[in-house]
């Protein structure tokens, strides 16, 4: 299948700062990208869909100006973490898709793991 | 709208017994099915897609999964079960509409004894 790579895969970052996760498609062009957030032992939430050249859609309740994120290419999708809190860690895991259709497969990152002390 | 369940949130198994792991769905149109697993601390990777044709479908690592229509079930299962499959596993359904994410179960945990 196809690869999609994140990195960081660990980041430990103090109290207010901004942390940037970079998620990768290797060997494909992602139209679609999809952010997703993981608490231990649960299901994954999704953050945003973002499209290359267009502005991400949000979930309800997931605020745009703390979670930036950015789909410049497409192979390429970040997202920043800004002012960081010890709530925002978590768990942060990448989607991408080649196409629009439903019989496009989701391919997932490794996912990055954030620490905010 | 669509949804998944998957009835079992954990799940223990010994070593070379025998798998099934519940999924149902609620979809009005035809469904594409997905079955993912995650191991500890990593994303997650394609374990089988059902999107029409034989009802059993094959997938890695030796798992499959049947599509029942008048259950509106779309169950994994593996013969003999490895030490390495203990992970979180999840189903999925792909939207109505192509540019939306897929919707996933909350998963079920699978534990594996010598």
């Known amino acids: 299948g196809a690869v999609v790579s994140q990195h960081p895969s660990r980041v430990i970052c103090k109290s207010g700062t901004s942390v940037k996760i970079e998620c990768r498609s290797l060997?494909?062009?992602?139209?679609?990208m999809f952010w997703y957030r993981q608490f231990p032992k649960q299901s994954l939430m999704l953050m945003a869909t973002s499209n290359e050249g267009s502005k991400a859609t949000y979930e309800q309740g997931v605020e745009k100006d703390k979670f930036l994120i950015n789909h410049a290419s497409l192979t390429l999708s970040t997202l920043t973490v800004t002012s960081a809190h010890p709530e925002d860690s978590s768990f942060y895991i990448c989607?991408?898709?080649?196409?629009?259709?439903?019989?496009?497969?989701?391919?997932f990152g490794p996912g990055t793991r954030l620490t905010v002390l | 709208a669509q949804s998944v369940t998957q009835p079992d949130i954990h799940i223990t198994v010994s070593e070379g017994a025998s798998l099934e792991l519940r999924c149902n769905y609620s979809?009005?149109?035809?469904?594409?099915l997905f079955w993912y697993v995650q191991s500890p601390g990593q994303g997650l990777q394609l374990l089988l897609k059902y999107f029409s044709g034989d009802t059993l479908v094959q997938g890695i690592k030796g798992f499959e999964a049947e599509f029942k229509r008048s259950q509106s079930s779309f169950n994994l299962r593996k013969p003999s079960v490895h030490w390495s499959d203990a992970a979180e596993y999840f189903c999925?359904?792909?939207?109505?509409?192509?540019?939306?994410?897929?919707?996933f179960g909350k998963g079920t945990r699978l534990s594996v004894i010598a």
């Open positions: 989607s991408a898709r080649a196409g629009a259709g439903r019989t496009d497969t989701q391919y």
């Open positions: 999925a359904v792909a939207p109505y509409s192509g540019n939306t994410p897929l919707v």
């Open positions: 979809y009005g149109a035809t469904p594409y």
């Open positions: 060997d494909f062009q992602a139209t679609t």
